[in-house]
């Protein structure tokens, strides 16, 4: 059963373009760790401080390989802590989510 990850974050609208170069940065980690990369998403009209992020697994153990390969990866670890030390991340929801498939 394949899962996707989807990810909301809260962002400093003053540090949008940081964040908007941290999620270009995952667009080449995440495929390289494993992860099927949907897609980030930013602010354009309305509210200003929320983004989004969605990553596929071919399931929960595949996220929990891939998180582990993403902490050892020395482009993911880099791109973590420039969000530690900029902090234009407030906060961040984890929602794992499968598609609705047609019924056999």
């Known amino acids: ?3 996707t990850v989807f990810i909301r974050y809260r962002i400093d609208p003053f540090k949008r373009a940081a964040f908007e170069e941290y999620a270009r940065n995952w667009l080449t980690i995440i ?3 494993g992860g099927e990369l949907v897609g980030y998403w930013m602010p354009h009209e309305g509210t200003n401080d929320v983004a989004y992020g969605l990553i596929s697994f071919d399931s ?3 996220y929990e390989a891939y998180r582990a390969r993403l ?3 020395p482009a993911g670890s880099g791109n973590f802590e420039t969000a530690e030390r900029e ?11 499968r598609k ?5």
């Open 1 to 3: 059963m394949t899962v």
């Open 31 to 33: 495929p390289a760790c």
């Open 60 to 62: 929960l153990a595949s």
């Open 71 to 73: 902490r050892s990866d």
């Open 87 to 97: 902090q234009f991340i407030l906060a961040e929801e984890r929602t794992f989510l």
């Open 100 to 104: 609705v498939e047609p019924a056999a």
